[in-house]
């Protein structure tokens, strides 16, 4: 196979030279080092290569060149090869088109001049660039054939589950290739039966559960040992970041994980708002950077596995799996996180992040400026997203299915609502449709009460509609909320008064919850931010609770 390029531009002869050195003597043996002295030359160079089905897997350019800036390069080039990477090489002086640059063209880094030594302030980036780049492009066909049709849940689930581990695979789809789909009936002995994986030299697998697929994959699905210091229950930020710290500090630590790793926020395509991404970071990339971290420093990640319920021997904590194998633990972090409430309305899920879209970030009002934005939901967060659209957007109406928004929203909030003249309240009302060529462009609801249904045009529906925490395992255990959301700290206490199964004299630590050496992190805890950077806070601080707590047992 053709090596793919790593595309290096500038017009001081002395730095190509330079760049181009330091590129091959780390990068040469994987990649094709291509050189170009300006901007035109290199484009040339570039449809050279897009003429020959080559693949680019980096850019790097200088942004002061004279009859075309790198910036303007980068336009150009993006459409050709869409997935590069693109870094700017910028003296100090070009740092605000740089930035300006991460929204123009989606930099994806820039680089001060000089680089020396490269071992220390080049290699690293590019690294983590092209380990990127690699996850992002269709990897090499490595014998995994999935076998069902586009639009078949269980199919998609096993799609999303191999791309989500990084596993690469070859989708058949049966409704319009003849030989796929004789191939799968007669594996799976009937007309019907998908989703089938074929794996070389192997029986297919028909319809399998994902714990089936992970083992033959060769994924990490079984526990090695039976004790730990420490078991955490959920891959997301907040398991992640805790593996890191407990690995990092010498415990002994497994996380389970039921599906892949990145929770909630490896299902983001972007993430803007996290420290050190100034272009922000996919969530499979942050996923894919966080396991390879904690696998390095020695936490063991067991993956489509799940943890189905958590028991007490003493102070010992057992953790029985979906497997049915039991691991036991003088401590456990609970980091299973939540899911949001999805809205029920045939055929929506296709506007997601596009005019439909779950809570809503400030960031996002002054996009609907003008615009006429729906919030559904009763409650405070719904009330308070309304007030917010209400400054940008020309109308907010609020959809609720009660007669009234006093019943689950503060009177403050109704207030505001009712003195705002650009918010309209739509009460015993409901979305039952949603429509638009690409993006959210009209709504269908219905009046609850009568039962008439109108269509109205739509900029987009934010929905707060409520969010599910995944705490079963431990609910007979622990002190929840009224929504089952974990209660921790100071709060573990209901009312001040000492649960039962407080065996201690001490007060729960800081993230400990209402068992002793039962902790809880990230999303799944009562009275959280919801946020990437939160969760992951919270999973590197319960790593000192539990040291803490280890120092008792
Ligand atoms: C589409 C989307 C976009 C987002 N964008 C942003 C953003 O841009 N910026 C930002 O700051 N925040 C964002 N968020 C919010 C952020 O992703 C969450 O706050 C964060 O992921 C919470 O992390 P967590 O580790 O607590 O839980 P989760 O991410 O929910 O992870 C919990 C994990 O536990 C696993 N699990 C659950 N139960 C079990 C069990 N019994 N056994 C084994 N495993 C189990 C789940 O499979 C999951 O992987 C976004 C959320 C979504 C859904």
């Known amino acids: 196979m053709t090596k793919p390029a790593i595309v290096a531009v500038d017009d001081d002869a002395q730095v190509l030279a330079a760049v181009a050195r330091d590129l091959r003597s780390r990068y040469g043996a994987d990649y094709r080092i291509v050189q170009a002295p300006s901007g035109a030359d290199a484009l040339a160079a570039v449809d050279e290569l897009l003429a020959r089905g080559e693949a680019v897997a980096l850019f790097l350019v200088d942004q002061r060149m004279p009859a075309m800036s790198g910036t303007e390069f980068l336009l150009e080039a993006r459409p050709r090869f869409p997935e590069a990477k693109r870094l700017l090489l910028t003296a100090y ?50 014998g995994v054939r999935v076998a069902g049709t586009t639009w078949s849940p269980s199919t998609h689930d096993i799609k999303d589950f191999l791309a989500r581990n990084n596993i690469p695979y070859r989708f058949l789809d049966i409704e319009r290739d003849d030989e796929a789909r004789a191939m799968t009936e007669a594996a799976a002995g009937e007309q019907g039966v998908i989703p089938v994986v074929f794996l070389p030299d192997r029986e297919p697998l028909i319809q ?20 730990y210091d420490l078991v955490i229950v959920g891959g997301g930020p907040a398991g992640l970041a805790a593996a890191v710290y ?81 691991l036991r633990c003088h401590a456990l972090l609970v980091a299973s996180g939540m899911a949001v409430r999805k809205l029920d309305v045939p055929g929506y899920e296709r506007f997601e992040g596009a005019g439909v879209y779950y809570g809503a970030a400030p960031s996002e009002a002054a996009t609907y400026a003008g615009g006429h934005v729906y919030v559904i939901g009763a409650a405070n967060s719904a009330g308070q997203a309304a007030m917010m659209f209400s400054r940008h957007a020309d109308l907010v109406t609020i959809v609720a299915r009660g007669p009234s928004l006093e019943a ?21 009302s409901a979305v039952v449709g949603v429509d638009g060529a690409k993006t959210v462009e009209r709504l269908q609801l219905r ?67 209402s068992v002793p050496g039962i902790f809880a992190a990230g999303d799944v805890r009562a009275g959280v931010v919801r946020r990437v950077a939160s969760a992951v806070g919270q999973g590197s601080i319960a790593i000192s609770m539990v040291h803490k707590y280890l120092e008792s047992v």
Request: glycine share 8%.
């Open 246 to 326: 407990a690995a990092s500090e010498g415990l002994r630590a497994a996380l389970i994980e039921k599906a892949a790793p990145g929770g909630q926020a490896g299902t983001s395509s972007r993430i803007e708002n996290y420290l050190g991404f100034p272009s922000g970071i996919s969530g499979g990339d942050l996923a894919r950077r966080a396991v390879a971290q904690a696998t390095r420093l020695g936490a063991e990640l067991i993956t489509a596995v799940e943890v189905e319920s958590v028991k007490l021997e003493d102070a010992v904590k057992v953790v029985t799996l979906s497997d049915g194998s039991e």
């Open 408 to 428: 689950k929203m503060s009177q403050y909030l109704v207030d505001q609502i009712a003195s705002t003249p650009n918010i309209e309240v739509l009460l015993e």
């Open 93 to 142: 002086a070009d740092t605000a088109a740089a930035i300006q640059a991460i929204n123009e063209v989606g930099l994806d880094h820039y680089l001060m001049k000089p680089w020396d030594p490269p071992e220390e302030h080049l290699y690293p980036i590019l690294d983590d660039m092209l380990a990127d780049w690699h996850a992002s492009v269709p990897a090499p066909f490595d």
């Open 447 to 513: 009046d609850l009460a009568t039962g008439t249904e109108e269509e109205r045009p739509a900029s987009a529906v934010f929905i707060f509609v409520g969010a599910l925490p995944h705490s079963s395992v431990v609910a007979d255990l622990v002190a929840t909320n009224d929504k089952g959301f974990i209660l921790t700290g100071a709060d573990a206490f209901v009312d001040g008064k000492r649960p039962a199964a407080w065996t201690v004299e001490r007060a729960p630590f800081l993230l400990e919850t």
């Open 208 to 227: 399998p559960d994902r714990r089936t697929i992970a083992a033959e994959v060769g994924l990490h699905v079984e526990a090695e040992s039976r004790f």
